[in-house]
């Protein structure tokens, strides 16, 4: 059973940049390859990225390409978000989450493991 925290989520405005962070335990974290997922309100909880448990795989959503980051440090059993020229529209709860494995998915219903999320708000 693999338990994730998210951390990092705030009130930034446009332009801003925020770094999340997802910390893992119960697990074999360099065995899960992660991702992150956002729900604003009112919508669905849409793909964001995803990185391979090498980390030599990612993947990107379109809107969040050129602006977003996903990296990870097995070594410290931590998966980031760097999120950089954030716009209104990213305002979500943001998740991450743990799928057994070393293939990056960017389908919700891979994932096994999922964290709290951490709400982020980004103003105009």
């Known amino acids: 059973q693999v338990q994730l925290v998210e951390s990092g989520g705030g009130l930034v405005q446009a332009g801003g940049s925020l770094r999340l962070s997802c910390a893992a335990s119960?697990?074999?974290?360099?065995?899960?390859?992660m991702g992150w997922f956002r729900q604003a309100p009112g919508k669905e909880r849409e793909f964001v990225a995803a990185?391979?448990?090498?980390?030599?795989?990612?993947y990107y959503a379109d809107s969040v390409k050129g602006r977003f980051t996903i990296s990870r440090d097995n070594a410290k059993n931590t998966v980031h978000l760097q999120m950089n020229s954030l716009k209104p529209e990213d305002t979500a709860v943001y998740y991450c989450?743990?799928?057994?494995?070393?293939?990056?998915?960017?389908?919700?219903?891979?994932?096994?493991?999922w964290g709290q999320g951490t709400q982020v708000t980004v103003s105009s």
């Open positions: 990185i391979s448990w090498s980390g030599g795989t990612t």
């Open positions: 119960g697990g074999t974290f360099s065995r899960y390859a």
């Open positions: 989450a743990a799928v057994p494995g070393p293939i990056a998915t960017m389908r919700q219903y891979e994932y096994h493991y």
